[in-house]
């Protein structure tokens, strides 16, 4: 994923009410930036630290700009919910992931059952539905999900194994945007009903992919698969 416009770099003051925060610009100037991401960011919020926007093309929009990444310990971290799910649909759409290659139909945000899932696939074989969540949270060595207790979060999970009980191939994919994790594994000590039921959804034959980005000013690219470990 490519950020056709410039991004501006700043430096964030603060985040408030969830999807707010105030970033000083590098020319003193002060400005409210959109913050997408309504999860907790508790690895990886740092007053003080650089950060990049990227610039409202809505003229209506009441905040001017969208808080994109933030630098921690040195290196990038994406911060943009929005993202992930595009990353995931070109990469299958293009058959850039050897393990979702093949499929000649690929769409967005496709009702079944009593949800929308982000993307379905299809080749003349198969169908495949394909869940997308971001991750931001850093333990150790690890990457986490969630970040805050998602009920929305685990009714995907819950669907994604209804799908598979009827046949149908159903993958959940994790977008980890940071590069100082090396494995995946699911958040107990904050949401531990999601990550008995992603246990299950395992169990019952839901794949999980999660795959690490590279984050920068200028792009968002795939870098590889990480382990996962679903007991730790």
Same mark, same amino acid.
């Given at each position: 994923? #490519?950020?056709?416009? $410039?991004?501006?770099? =700043?430096?964030?003051?603060?985040?408030?009410?969830?999807?707010?925060?105030? !970033?000083?610009?590098?020319?003193?100037?002060?400005?409210?930036?959109?913050?997408?991401? /309504?999860? /907790?960011?508790?690895?990886?919020?740092?007053?003080?630290?650089? %950060?990049?926007?990227?610039?409202?093309?809505?003229?209506?929009?009441? @905040?001017?700009?969208?808080?994109?990444?933030?630098? #921690?310990?040195?290196?990038?971290? =994406?911060?943009?919910?929005?993202?992930?799910?595009?990353?995931?649909?070109?990469?299958?759409?293009?058959?850039?992931?050897? +393990?979702?290659? =093949?499929?000649?139909?690929? +769409?967005?945000?496709?009702?079944?059952?009593?949800?929308? !899932?982000?993307?379905?696939? *299809?080749?003349?074989?198969?169908?495949?539905?394909?869940?997308?969540?971001?991750?931001?949270?850093?333990?150790?060595?690890?990457?986490?999900?969630?970040?805050?207790?998602?009920?929305?979060?685990?009714?995907?999970?819950?669907?994604?194994?209804?799908?598979? +009980?009827?046949?149908?191939?159903?993958?959940?994919?994790?977008?980890? +945007?940071?590069?100082?994790?090396? !494995?995946?594994? $699911?958040?107990?000590?904050?949401?531990?009903?999601?990550?008995? @039921?992603?246990? *299950?959804?395992?169990?019952? =034959?839901?794949?999980?992919? $999660?795959?690490? %980005?590279?984050?920068?000013?200028?792009?968002?690219?795939?870098?590889?698969?990480?382990?996962?470990?679903?007991? #730790?």
């Amino acid at each position: 994923m #490519i950020f056709e416009t $410039p991004l501006i770099h =700043g430096t964030l003051i603060k985040r408030y009410k969830r999807f707010l925060s105030d !970033i000083r610009l590098d020319d003193g100037s002060i400005v409210v930036a959109h913050c997408t991401n /309504s999860g /907790s960011m508790k690895t990886c919020i740092e007053e003080g630290a650089e %950060v990049y926007l990227s610039p409202a093309t809505d003229p209506k929009r009441k @905040t001017r700009y969208t808080w994109e990444m933030i630098k #921690i310990n040195g290196q990038w971290v =994406g911060i943009n919910t929005s993202h992930p799910n595009l990353i995931a649909f070109e990469a299958v759409k293009s058959g850039a992931l050897k +393990q979702l290659a =093949g499929y000649t139909h690929v +769409q967005r945000e496709v009702k079944t059952g009593d949800s929308r !899932i982000d993307i379905m696939a *299809q080749n003349e074989h198969e169908t495949c539905f394909i869940e997308v969540k971001n991750v931001t949270m850093k333990d150790g060595q690890f990457a986490r999900f969630p970040d805050a207790v998602t009920t929305r979060g685990k009714k995907h999970l819950e669907e994604l194994m209804r799908l598979k +009980q009827e046949g149908i191939r159903a993958v959940m994919i994790y977008i980890i +945007q940071r590069s100082d994790v090396d !494995i995946f594994a $699911p958040a107990h000590d904050i949401d531990l009903a999601y990550a008995q @039921t992603l246990m *299950q959804a395992h169990k019952a =034959g839901v794949e999980i992919i $999660p795959l690490q %980005v590279k984050v920068s000013p200028s792009e968002i690219v795939i870098d590889k698969e990480l382990p996962v470990d679903l007991d #730790i």
